[in-house]
């Protein structure tokens, strides 16, 4: 073989080779992983910055309380599993939670959708809770102190018992102002709420039957139903 046809044949050879290395590694890295099942204790999902934005865990792993990128132990010592939404800042911002159990023959289940407001508590829920026969799920719109809340949420569990630490308590606490839903005594009812939480307007109906709309003044009695 002349020289210049095998120099013109290696050349040939290697290009094609090179080729197929280059966009066969290129078709590889765009196809994305995919797995049948996985078993994980916990998922971080992360910004390209690395800021966190939602955690998905189990109870033993689950996040204490998330605050501008740090995490603090939470105030009530809460140790859930579900899922946790954090805002832009690395604040938490609401998070969904579900649980329940038979314990000797004791039922109890739970679940909770909640939306915060910013460096606060939920201002959106929507909940289902069960302890034994008494059960309940409802939609509740609550009102939150304008000031976050969050970082003195930080100090309760430092505090020792006193009227210190049940004012910043009270005051980290919001205020129900509509609650719509079905009760312990198998009512379906809408609650309308003043801005200390007490009800005002009450629409029910009970599991047999007869309706009623009730007005009720600020100490909670009844003046029109």
């Known amino acids: 073989m002349a020289p210049q046809r095998f120099l013109v044949l290696y050349s040939s050879v290697v290009t094609l080779a090179f080729a197929t290395t280059v966009f066969g590694g290129i078709a590889f890295l765009a196809r994305k992983p995919?797995?049948?099942?996985?078993?994980?204790?916990?998922?971080?999902?992360?910004?390209?910055?690395?800021?966190?934005?939602?955690?998905?865990?189990?109870?033993?792993?689950?996040?204490?309380?998330?605050?501008?990128?740090?995490?603090?132990?939470?105030?009530?010592g809460?140790?859930?599993?579900?899922?946790?939404?954090?805002?832009?800042?690395?604040?938490?911002?609401?998070?969904?939670?579900?649980?329940?159990?038979?314990?000797?023959?004791?039922?109890?289940?739970?679940?909770?959708?909640?939306?915060?407001?910013y460096e606060s508590d939920q201002v959106l829920q929507i909940v289902h809770e069960q302890d034994g026969a008494t059960h309940d799920a409802k939609i509740v719109l609550s009102d939150r102190p304008d000031s976050p809340t969050t970082e003195p949420l930080t100090r309760i569990k430092s505090m020792s018992d006193g009227p210190e630490k049940e004012a910043l308590i009270r005051n980290s606490k919001g205020t129900p102002r509509l609650?719509?839903?079905?009760?312990?005594?198998?009512?379906?009812?809408?609650?309308?709420?003043d801005g200390q939480g007490r009800d005002r307007i009450v629409l029910r109906v009970p599991a047999e039957g007869a309706p009623s709309i009730e007005t009720l003044d600020e100490d909670g009695k009844i003046v029109n139903r």
């Open 34 to 76: 995919h797995f049948r099942e996985i078993a994980v204790e916990r998922i971080n999902i992360v910004e390209p910055d690395g800021t966190l934005r939602m955690v998905i865990s189990d109870k033993a792993r689950f996040p204490g309380m998330p605050l501008r990128g740090k995490e603090y132990p939470h105030p009530t």
């Open 78 to 117: 809460r140790s859930e599993t579900g899922m946790i939404f954090l805002n832009d800042e690395g604040t938490e911002n609401g998070g969904l939670i579900f649980g329940g159990k038979n314990e000797n023959g004791k039922l109890s289940s739970y679940g909770s959708l909640t939306f915060d407001q």
């Open 179 to 193: 609650t719509v839903g079905k009760e312990d005594d198998r009512s379906v009812a809408l609650r309308l709420k």
